[in-house]
């Protein structure tokens, strides 16, 4: 969960805390009462299932069939060894030319140390290695 801390745009509205996301809502069965402007949330079948996480802070997207960076936490070790924004993923652990899927699902394996070569902005190759944990 998060609080939205946005100075402009739509997530800037006044008295807006933030997004529930799918992973959030779908444990949970919920009522809207508007007349007191409540929501109330009962835990479901899906309460206790694991939430995945996502442990390099890095999110990836297709874009042109090439798997890039998104966007990359600014705390995380990814961004501290120079991965940016747009860069072009070339393998994650030796993997080429995979699934965005297949990616995704290495970069959700906490305590895995992993090796993703890149392709710069600069159009340099490069290499870094990176041990998958949470990002608190």
């Given amino acids: 969960i998060a609080f939205s ?3 402009a745009g739509v ?3 006044n008295g807006y805390l933030g997004i529930l996301g799918n992973e959030l809502i779908k444990r949970f ?6 007349s007191t ?3 109330y949330l ?3 079948l899906l309460h206790n299932i694991p939430v995945e996480y996502d442990f390099s802070g890095i999110r990836l997207k297709l874009e042109h069939g090439k798997v890039k960076v998104s ?3 600014k705390e995380s070790d ?3 060894k120079g991965l940016r924004e747009n860069d072009i993923i070339l393998a994650i652990d030796n993997l080429t030319d995979s699934p965005i899927e ?4 290495i970069l959700k394996k906490e305590n895995k140390e992993i090796i993703i070569q890149y392709l710069s902005a600069n159009g340099q190759t490069k290499e870094i290695r990176l041990m998958l944990k949470r990002l608190i």
């Fill in 5 to 7: 801390s946005e100075s």
């Fill in 11 to 13: 997530s800037s509205y």
């Fill in 29 to 34: 069965n919920f009522i809207t009462d508007y």
């Fill in 37 to 39: 402007k409540k929501l």
């Fill in 42 to 44: 009962k835990p479901n």
């Fill in 71 to 73: 966007s990359v936490v």
């Fill in 78 to 80: 990814a961004y501290a």
């Fill in 102 to 105: 297949a990616y995704r699902e």
